[in-house]
C-alpha cells in the first residue's frame, strides 16, 4: 500500500480543519479544567461541611460521576436534561458542561487526599496565629494540598484531554471529528489516524511540558527542597 | 495577667489536668516541668482556647478564654504560642510566614507588615534569611523563626511548649538564648520544658506538674534546691 499523506493536505482546508479541531480540543479541554477546579473546590470543601446533607449530596454526586461513563454523561447533558429542562445550547456548551461536570468529581478526590497530608501541626499553628478556618485553608491547606497532588492533577488533566474525542459523538468539530471527516472524505484511514495520533501526542507532550514549568513556577519552595 | 482557676481537662475517660491554680503577672516568667503525660502541655493549648476544657476558668486580662461569647481569633493575638514542632510553613518563605499572620489578622498592609516580620527576625538572629524557605533552614531556625512569627503579632503573652525537645542538640542553645532575650526584655511567658538548668536560670517561678495536679510551685532556688514534694525530690533525683 502505497502511503498519501501529501495529497490529503495538499488540500489546505483539511489541514485547517484538523488545526480547528485540534484548538477546540485544547480550548474545551483547558476551560473544563479550570472551571472543573472550581467546582472540584466546593465539592471537597462541601465533604467537612457541617451541615450532614452537604456532606451526602456531595459524595453521592462524586461516586456518580466516577461510577458511570463520560460518553453516557455526555449524551445525559446533551440529550436528556435537554429535553426534560428544554433549553438548546451548542454543541460544544454540552460538551464543555459534561467535561467540567467529570473533571470535577475526580479533581475533589484528588484535592480531598491532598488534604490530608497537610499536617494537623499546619492548622494548629495556623490558628494559634488567630486565622480564620478559611484563611487557614485558602492559605495554608489549600496550596500545600495542590502542590503535593498536582501530579495527579495533570495525570488526571491529560488522561481527560485524551478522551474528549468522545465529544464527537455530539456533533462537536473536535480533532477527533475532524478526522473522521477527513477520513470519510478520502478514504485513507492509515494516513487520517496516523496524523491524528501524532497531534494527540503533540499536544500531550505539551500540555505535560507546560504544566510542569507551571509546576515549577507556582511551587519554587518545593524545588527549593 | 493569666489567672487560671480550677480548670479541669478530660481526653475521654483520662482527665489529664485535675483542677490547676495558676496566676501569672505581667512580666513574670514560670516554667513548668515534670514528666510526660503530667499535663504540662495541655495546659497551654487550654491557655489560648486551642483545647476546650471540662471545668473551672481561665481569664486573660479580664477575658474569658472558654466564654461561649469570647472571640478566640481575636485572644490568640494577644497570647502567641510556639509549639514543639515547629510547623512552619512550607509553602512561604520565612518573610512570608511570618507576615501572614499580621496582614490576614490584624488587617496591615505589606510595607507596615514587612517591617515588623523584619525587626522580629532580626531579633532572633535570621535578618539574613528573609526570602529563603523553611526546608532550607535547620530546626533550630525554624523554631526560632517560629518565634519571630509569634512575636509578629506583638502579644502581650508567650506560650513556649518543649520548644527545644524536636532539635538536635547542638541546636538546642541557640533557641534557649532567644528564649532568655525575651526574658530578659520583660515578656510574660510560660515555658513547658526538660531543660532544668535553663528553668532556673531564667524563671521568677517553677511549677512540678505531677498525673494533672500541679503539686509545687515555687522560686526556682527553693525548687530546684529544696523541694517540698516527695514527688518533686523524685523527679529531680532522676533527671539530674
Not at chain 1, 48 to 57: G, M
Not at chain 1, 128 to 154: D, E, N
Not at chain 1, 176 to 201: N, P
Request: charged share 20%.
Amino acid at each position: 500500500m502505497d502511503l498519501r499523506f501529501f495529497e490529503i493536505y495538499r488540500r489546505s482546508d483539511y489541514l485547517l480543519l484538523l488545526l480547528e479541531g485540534a484548538a477546540l480540543s485544547a480550548a474545551l479541554t483547558i476551560t473544563a479544567a479550570l472551571t472543573g477546579m472550581a467546582l472540584a473546590l466546593a465539592l471537597s470543601g462541601a465533604r467537612y461541611a457541617r451541615l450532614s446533607v452537604l456532606r451526602h449530596v456531595a459524595a453521592a454526586y462524586v461516586e456518580f460521576i466516577r461510577n458511570t461513563p463520560l460518553i453516557v454523561q455526555l449524551f445525559f447533558v446533551a440529550f436528556g436534561l435537554p429535553t426534560l429542562l428544554g433549553y438548546q445550547w451548542p454543541f460544544w456548551a454540552h460538551a464543555l458542561l459534561a467535561l467540567t461536570l467529570n473533571f470535577s468529581a475526580y479533581f475533589s478526590e484528588i484535592l480531598r487526599s491532598g488534604y490530608a497530608t497537610v499536617g494537623t501541626g499546619q492548622t494548629e499553628a495556623a490558628a494559634a496565629l488567630g486565622l480564620k478556618p478559611r484563611q487557614t485553608f485558602f492559605k495554608i491547606v489549600l496550596p500545600q494540598a495542590v502542590a503535593k497532588t498536582y501530579p495527579s492533577l495533570v495525570s488526571q488533566f491529560i488522561f481527560l484531554f485524551l478522551t474528549t474525542g468522545v465529544i464527537a459523538e455530539i456533533g462537536v468539530n473536535d480533532l477527533t471529528q475532524a478526522g473522521k471527516f477527513i477520513d470519510s472524505r478520502t478514504f485513507r484511514s492509515f494516513e487520517v489516524f496516523f496524523t491524528l495520533t501524532l497531534i494527540y501526542i503533540l499536544m500531550s507532550l505539551s500540555f505535560k511540558g507546560g504544566l510542569a514549568v507551571l509546576q515549577r513556577r507556582l511551587f519554587r519552595w518545593q524545588v527549593a527542597r | 495577667m493569666i489567672d487560671i482557676q480550677n480548670v479541669r481537662k478530660s481526653f475521654g475517660d483520662l482527665e489529664v489536668l485535675k483542677g490547676i491554680d495558676l496566676t501569672v503577672e505581667r512580666g513574670e516568667v514560670v516554667t513548668v516541668i515534670g514528666g510526660s503525660g503530667s499535663g504540662k502541655s495541655t495546659l497551654l493549648t487550654c491557655i489560648n482556647g486551642l483545647e476546650p476544657i471540662n471545668g473551672g476558668k481561665i481569664t486573660i486580662d479580664g477575658t474569658e478564654v472558654h466564654a461561649r461569647s469570647t472571640d478566640l481569633n481575636k485572644l490568640r493575638t494577644k497570647v502567641g504560642i510556639v509549639f514543639q514542632q515547629f510547623n512552619a510553613f512550607p509553602h512561604l518563605t520565612v518573610m512570608e510566614n511570618v507576615t501572614l499572620a499580621p496582614r490576614k489578622v490584624l488587617g496591615m498592609g505589606r510595607a507596615e507588615a514587612e517591617a515588623i516580620a523584619e525587626k522580629q527576625l532580626r531579633h532572633v538572629g535570621l535578618a539574613d534569611k528573609l526570602s529563603t524557605y523553611p526546608s532550607r533552614l535547620s530546626g533550630g531556625q525554624q523554631q526560632r523563626m517560629a518565634i519571630a512569627r509569634a512575636l509578629a503579632m506583638s502579644p502581650g503573652y508567650m506560650l513556649f511548649d518543649e520548644v527545644t525537645s524536636a532539635l538536635d542538640p547542638q541546636l538546642v542553645g541557640e533557641v534557649l538564648e532567644t528564649l532568655k532575650m525575651l526574658a530578659e526584655e520583660g515578656m510574660t511567658m510560660i515555658l513547658v520544658t526538660h531543660e532544668m538548668s535553663f528553668a532556673r536560670d531564667v524563671s521568677d517561678r517553677v511549677a512540678f506538674f505531677h498525673k494533672g495536679v500541679m503539686a509545687e510551685i515555687g522560686a526556682p532556688d527553693q525548687l530546684f534546691g529544696a523541694p517540698r514534694h516527695p514527688e518533686t525530690q523524685a523527679f529531680l533525683s532522676k533527671v539530674r
